[in-house]
């Protein structure tokens, strides 16, 4: 008789882990992992197992503070599983637009969807280091300017998305004193 062993799945990436995402805001999770095929995933918010959550991606939009918590993915290949606990996702109440704080406010891209290249607009109320950024997913960063010295008021940036492949991204503005995101689609 031939006996088969299969090993347990490996994880090969886990994104950044979220520490605070803002009341009505986005929550994303996910990982990537290897084994013999098929694998299985469930999402389990603190210990509870989540209906209709079976692949390698959480997403939520609309978050509330009933969001709050420890995320893990169980990964399984039929024969063993093993458990990714996620840092635990803390949600705040903000009381405004979550595309603007304190003057400071990122326009939705131009277009969006986008195919070759995608224009970010973003107003400053005053000068102020800034970081832009695209994250894929996953939380991996695909684009990012450098830290920059800006005086107030609007600015805008032309990025070339032409090498990214279709699907969903996710854009921020990061200062010193605050953070904004958004949502892209890139469409081929």
């Known amino acids: 008789a031939l006996v088969r062993v299969i090993g347990k799945p490996k994880i090969v990436e886990t994104p950044k882990a979220i520490d605070t995402v803002k009341s009505g805001g986005i929550i ?24 209709g959550e079976y692949s390698p991606l959480f997403h939520k ?7 709050a918590g420890n995320y893990e ?3 399984s290949n039929g024969c063993d599983t093993i458990t990714v606990a996620m840092k635990v996702v803390v949600v705040t109440s903000t009381g ?19 195919s070759s290249s ?3 607009e973003y107003t400053l109320p005053e000068s102020s280091s800034i970081k832009l950024s695209v994250t894929d997913m996953l939380g991996r960063i695909v684009w ?18 032409s090498t990214l492949p279709t699907g969903v991204y996710y854009y921020s503005l990061s200062t010193p004193k605050t ?6 689609e890139i469409v081929r």
């Open 61 to 67: 939009i609309g978050i509330t503070k009933t969001d």
């Open 28 to 51: 994303h999770l996910g990982i990537s992992a290897v084994g013999v095929h098929p694998l299985q995933y469930r999402w389990k918010k603190d210990g509870v197992l989540l209906d």
């Open 73 to 75: 993915c169980l990964v």
């Open 179 to 184: 953070s904004l995101t958004r949502k892209l």
């Open 144 to 161: 990012q300017s450098p830290n920059e010295e800006m005086i107030s008021g609007l600015h805008s940036v032309t990025v070339d998305v």
């Open 96 to 114: 405004v637009d979550e595309f603007s704080q304190v003057g400071y406010q990122l326009e939705q891209s131009i277009p969006n969807p986008a």
């Open 118 to 120: 995608v224009t970010f």
